[in-house]
């Protein structure tokens, strides 16, 4: 009986782990083991390349759900994953500790200018207008050039005048002749330069100027919220700068107002 029961308990203790071990990746993907909570380039706010692609930091957070992120790839060691529910190529996530995701988000400019996406976008939504006008432009430069074509080489009968006696004839005027020139097609410029990142306060833009900074209560006073996260102003500082929590209890960023 003693000899039975050993085996049992032995049984259960072999199979114990594998059916701990399945169940914790039965309801879908892991928790990330790497975090970007103090990498430098997510404290400063820095833009990332993603597949090609470049996504712009929000303040914006989001807890981590198994049932719809996926891991799609990896910043500098640290592991980037997607929402399968949204629109692909829109936005990423950038783990800030196992729980906390940070919101990446790529503009709304190029093709996808007009557009909003499946969620309301962070940041401003660029306008197609340039590129109609701009071709609007150019099919009325190649209108005119067809219609000036089209009447090269024509020539002016000789008329006949019949003042007096005899008819006076009168010599025709040269034809004009308009030389066809080279179509030249032009491209929609690409983009020189970018407003950076920035958000809305207190009825004004102010845009990210320089790196974070752990946050002391002797140093900042809080003057509001935005999206949730704490707004300071520096006690002795400017007042065209405020102070923005990057997460929960941690570093403010600063931003200034243009």
């Known amino acids: ?97 196992r729980t906390n995701m940070r919101w990446y988000e790529r503009k709304r400019q190029g093709y996808l200018a007009g557009t909003a996406g499946s969620r309301t976008p962070a940041f401003p939504v660029d306008v197609a207008s340039d590129t109609v006008l701009l071709r609007e432009g150019l099919d009325a430069r190649l209108a005119l050039l067809a219609e000036a074509t089209g009447t090269a080489g024509e020539s002016v009968p000789e008329p006949t005048s019949t003042v007096g006696r005899a008819p006076v004839v009168v010599q025709p005027t040269p034809p004009v002749v308009v030389r066809q020139r080279p179509t030249r097609v032009e491209s929609i410029p690409a983009p020189v330069a970018t407003s950076g990142v920035w958000l809305e306060f207190d009825g004004a833009r102010w845009y990210a100027d320089g790196a974070s900074v752990p946050f002391s209560s002797d140093r900042f006073e809080p003057i509001g919220d935005y999206r949730g996260f704490p707004v300071y102003r520096e006690k002795h500082g400017r007042r065209d700068t405020i102070w ?3 997460v929960k209890d941690g570093p403010v960023a600063p931003y200034k107002k243009r």
């Open 1 to 97: 009986m003693r000899v039975c029961t050993l085996g049992v308990v032995l049984s259960v203790a072999l199979l114990s782990p594998k059916a701990a071990h399945a169940q914790a990746y039965a309801f879908g993907s892991p928790l990330p083991e790497v975090t970007a909570g103090i990498a430098e380039w997510q404290t400063r706010s820095e833009p990332i390349i993603v597949n090609g692609l470049v996504y712009f930091p929000t303040p914006a957070t989001r807890m981590f759900d198994p049932s719809v992120m996926v891991q799609t790839s990896v910043y500098q060691g640290v592991p980037i994953y997607t929402d399968v529910t949204i629109e692909p190529n829109s936005v990423v996530y950038v783990p800030l500790t």
């Open 244 to 246: 923005v929590s990057v």
